[in-house]
Every structure is written in C-alpha cells, then in structure tokens.
C-alpha cells in the first residue's frame, strides 16, 4: 500500500513542476567529422561516376547475364546445403560434447580439433581427390563378399564433394558456438524440468536449445555470410559453377576484371542482405520473452555476448503501478 | 509428541501406509565434504514439514535428494514406499535407470528458490509443459486446467506474460501450479522466499498456506519462523549435517532443548 500512497502523495503536492529547460552542449567536433565523410563520399562518388575504367557499361551488360544468375543460384544452394549439413553435425557434436559418454566427448573433440585446425582449401582439394585415393567405394563384409560397389566419381561428383568440404570444415566452428550456447543457459532451468519428470533429449529439445538459440543465431548468421563467401574457394575441387569462378571466366575472356569484379561482389551484396534479413527474423522468433522484457531473469552476461543490450530503463508507468498494486494486495 | 520426524529413533519395521517419506540414515559427501550425516526422517500423509537451520547445515542438500536431484552416499530415502534412484534386490542396489527415476520424479513436485520457470514460455505454458509432454494430455484440457490453477495462485490475468514480465512473487506462484499441474502426492519447497522483496513475500506464503490446508504433504526448507510456527505440522533443525532437534514447531521454538536450537534461535527470532 505504502507505494500507492507515496505516487497520490507526489501527485497532489506538484500538480505541476517547472521543467528544466538547460542549454544543450553543443558538439563541433561532430560537425567537423560530419563533413569530413561527406566530402570523402562526394569524391568517391564523382570517381564512381567520371572513371572510364570502371567499365559501367560492361558491369551493365553481365550483371543480369544468364551464366552469372546460374552462379548466384550455385553459390546460394551451397550455401544453404552445406550450412544445413553444419548445423546438424554441429547440434549432434554440441551434444555430443556434453555427453556422460567419455567417447562421444573425445570423439567430438578430436572432429573439431581436426576440421578446426587444416585449412578449408586443403579440405576442399582433398574431397576432391577422394576418388584418387579410392577409386571404387565397396560395401560388404570385411575380408567377406561385397554387397554393393560404386565407383567414388559417381558417388562424390564435385557439387557433392565441394559441400561436403564446406560442411565438414563449418561444423568444427558451429560446434563450438552451440557449445557455447548450450552451456550459457542456467542450470536451473534443467533442474526444473528434470523435477517434472522430463528427460534428457526432451529437455534438450525442448527447454535448453530454444533458449541456447538468442546466443546461438547472432554468431551462426555471422558463419553463414561467412560460408556464403568461403563457397569462392570452391574451384579448389574443382567446382566451377559458382559466381567467382564464372565472373572470373568472364573477366578472362573480356580482358576487363574491374567491372567483372563489382559484379561478383554486387550478388555477394544482394545476398548477404536477404540474408541478414533472414536473421533479424530468426533473432526475433528466439528472443521472445526475453527482449521484451523490463526484468532480466536471465545471465546478463550470456546476453551481452550475443549483442542483446539489457535495457534497464523501468516499466511503462501505467505496468509498472498494475504490478505493485496486484503484488500489494 | 504429536510430532511424526523420528530424528533419533529408527522407524519401526512396518511402516504404516500413510508414511510419504521415509529417510533413513541418510549420508551424502560433497567430494571430502560431509555434508549430509545420519539423517533421519519421516513425514506423514497431510504433514507440513519445516526444515530450519543456518546456511550449509544440508537442508537444501536433504530436499535435492528426496527426488534424486542429489544422490545419497548411504541410507536409502523412500517415497510412499518406493525406494528413490535405486532398486534393491537381494541386498544389492542397482542405480536405477533414467526413464525410472524420471517415473520417480513426477509425483513430487518441487519449488526452487530461484523459480526457475522456463525464460522463453508464457505462465500458461510453463504449466501445461510436463502435463503435455510427459503425461501426455491433451493440450486443451491441460490449458484450461494450467487456468484453474493460476486462478488458485491468484494469476488468472498473467496467464500469456512471460516470466521476464513478472514480479518475482508472481514468477513463484507460477512455478507452485506448475508444480500442481503433475498432481504431485509430495511438494519440497527449497527456500520459495528468499530470494523475494520482503513486501512479495506474503503473497508466495499464502499460496503455501492454502496448499497446506488443502491436505498437501510438504517439505518446506525456509527461514520464514512465522510460517513454520503457523502452518507447520514438524519443525526439523538441522546444523552441520545432522537433525540437531525436531518436533511441534509452537512448543519448540519457544522451548528448545539443544543449546545449539537456542542460540539459533535467539539469532533469528
């Protein structure tokens, strides 16, 4: 009751106080800075537009080219198949790594260490070479008859074995920032639900990656842009389909690489844009019940990795007196 | 004495049908810490049970193992008979497995000090999460009974705010329904106060007291002397592991026999 009385008290004591009405400080430094970008603009802008090696015109002719769009389409599928790859192999090795199991936890341990630690490019030339080391893939009894035997280029062509490079090389990096998600959610939460009775992939699935997921996305949308631009490395298998090596086709044979170039990167753009996007959506779907909120019941630390400022401004005033007056009474 | 905790003498060899909770010689160690020693305990159908003590005396430690959430290094715990975490056969213990102890754990509901509701689901599906997803039920019925009982605990109107959006008296009346929703035989409250603003307090115990009425067997860990002496059936008091005293809270907190009781005591009252 007392705070009830305490709000009518300072109402009716200063129906209407005088408003402070101070001088701001004023910020020159800004104003100097502000012209400073603006004039380095105008003058990119101006070499932009005046440079006749920029080749707008050839940038105009290949920016919608038929090969160019194909590679956009190559480049985006393996984006998305070796990231969805990653992510499964990086919930199971997260997972994993938590085990009771001492050779689940090695065993996930020794994944990433392996894929963590050699270059995506030396990855890539191997899966590549794959079918050099084993020419026919047999699966039979060991020492015993063999059931079924294909040769590895029919099995593993490059696409195949370019996602596979990409995939296995991305789930060492997304293991580890499952990992990290996993273990930022409270303890208690699990303890809650195991004194309900539910069990370990249920309250997995269900209770501890949902709320892992605020810390997991930001650094996962990070990977995936990430993984949009490393897919260039590709001709390592080779696999010579996707946007840089197409441009970079072009670019040879029109002797002109700049505007070939601002085309390779004007789709990277594009895409990297839809898919941030994307990721504003997904941040919003998992940050529910937290982000909305006034009172963070949460580790505060594990929000700030994540990039998620806690605001500690008060409720809405009108929230605020409903709270106390349901509480009170 | 009306008292039901038997703290010094063994339980008798048949137990009745109406014991909930039986402890017997319970020990637990925290690597070389001690903490729980020879702990013995019986809590009657209906009863309210207080366990008391000073921070690290083992009471939390005592509540954790009643569902298992702690094993126990010795003595053998028994809720309405059935030996937790552990079936006996021949003598010999065999660690039970994690779908049985799972089993186990929904007939005893249990209240955190630090809720600990789920951060990314509303008050409403808090509570029909364990009735869905481990008992089964259908997901209307369940909500319109996750209603009912935050009616109880008298928060009909929060049923779609998240927990982030509660005050902290309220977070812990959601977590008893969502305690109640599993029709729980058994309640362990781990200090359901403690970590509230002092004028939110009330609004938790009257939950508490209501339930208590309504023929619930509970174990309450707490500091709140007044509830014990109000609503409590036994009083335990536990120091460095061991039950120091136990028995009717109104006769000893005002007449304590162990010089220890009386300078705790004398502490808090």
């Given amino acids: ?329 | 004495m009306s008292a039901s905790v038997h703290p010094l003498t063994s339980p008798p060899a048949s137990a009745p049908a109406n014991d909930v909770v039986r402890i017997e010689g319970v020990h637990k160690y925290f690597g070389d810490h001690h903490v729980l020693s020879g702990i013995d305990m019986t809590v009657k159908e209906g009863e309210v049970a207080v366990l008391i003590g000073p921070s690290g005396s083992g009471k939390s430690t005592l509540l954790r193992c009643i569902n298992h959430l702690e094993s126990i290094g010795a003595g053998r715990i028994r809720v309405n008979g059935e030996l937790i975490g552990y079936r006996e056969t021949d003598g010999k213990l065999h660690e039970l497995h994690l779908k049985d102890i799972a089993r186990q754990r929904r007939n005893i509901g249990m209240v955190f000090q630090r809720f600990n509701l789920f951060g990314h689901k509303t008050a409403l599906e808090n509570i029909i999460e364990a009735p869905v997803q481990v008992r089964g039920l259908e997901k209307v019925p369940a909500k319109r009974r996750a209603q009912d009982l935050l009616d109880r605990v008298g928060l009909a109107h929060r049923a779609s705010y998240y927990p982030a959006q509660l005050s902290g008296g309220q977070q812990q009346r959601v977590a008893i329904a969502r305690a109640l929703a599993m029709d729980p035989e058994l309640m362990l409250f781990d200090e359901p106060t403690s970590a509230l603003d002092p004028e939110l307090v009330g609004d938790v115990l009257d939950v508490m007291k209501d339930l208590a009425k309504s023929g619930m067997t509970m174990i309450v860990v707490t500091h709140e002397i007044g509830f014990a002496r109000e609503v409590g059936d036994t009083l335990t008091f536990m120091d460095g592991g061991v039950v120091v005293e136990s028995g009717n809270p109104r006769e000893l907190i005002v007449n304590p026999q162990q010089e220890r009781t009386k300078s705790f005591f004398s502490k808090v009252l």
């Avoid at chain 1, 004591?13 to 400080?25: D, M, R, T």
């Avoid at chain 1, 392996?114 to 270059?119: A, D, E, K």
């Avoid at chain 1, 753009?269 to 909120?293: A, P, W």
Wanted: proline fraction near 6%; glycine fraction near 6%.
């Fill in chain 1, 1 to 329: 009751m007392s705070l009830a009385t305490n709000e009518q008290a300072t109402t009716q004591s200063s129906p209407s106080p005088e408003l402070i009405k101070a001088v701001p400080v004023r910020h020159p430094g800004r104003w100097v800075g502000a012209v400073i970008i603006v004039l380095a603009a105008a003058v990119g802008i101006q070499s932009l537009a005046t440079n006749p090696n920029f080749h707008w015109d050839t940038f105009g002719l290949y920016v919608l080219d038929e090969n160019v769009i194909r590679g956009v389409g190559w480049t985006l599928l393996l984006t998305v198949l070796s990231m969805a790859i990653a992510v499964t192999l990086a919930i199971l090795l997260a997972f994993m790594r938590q085990s009771e199991n001492p050779i689940f936890r090695w065993s996930s341990w020794f994944w990433v260490w392996f894929f963590r630690g050699t270059p995506v490019y030396t990855q890539l030339i191997f899966w590549g070479l794959v079918a050099v080391l084993y020419p026919r893939i047999t699966i039979g009894v060991p020492f015993g008859p063999e059931l079924l035997s294909l040769t590895t280029q029919d099995l593993l062509n490059a696409f195949w074995a370019a996602v596979l490079g990409l995939a296995l090389n991305e789930s060492a990096y997304l293991a580890e920032i499952f990992r990290a998600g996993l273990k930022s959610v409270d303890k208690g939460q699990i303890e809650a639900a195991e004194a309900l009775g539910m069990r370990g992939s249920k309250i997995m699935w269900r209770i501890v990656l949902p709320q892992a997921m605020r810390i997991i996305v930001p650094p996962t949308g990070n990977e995936t842009i990430g993984m949009l631009k490393t897919t260039s490395l590709v001709l390592a298998v080779p696999f010579t389909l996707d946007l840089t090596f197409v441009t970079n086709t072009l670019a040879n044979r029109s002797y002109l690489p700049i505007p070939l170039l601002i085309v390779a990167a004007f789709w990277y753009l594009v895409v990297t844009s839809i898919l941030m996007v994307g990721q504003h959506f997904i941040e919003k779907h998992y940050g529910k019940g937290v982000d909305i909120s006034t009172r963070i019941t949460v580790n505060p630390a594990a929000l700030q990795t994540a990039g998620v400022s806690v605001n500690p401004t008060p409720a809405p005033a009108q929230n605020a007196s409903t709270n106390s007056e349901e509480d009170v009474r």
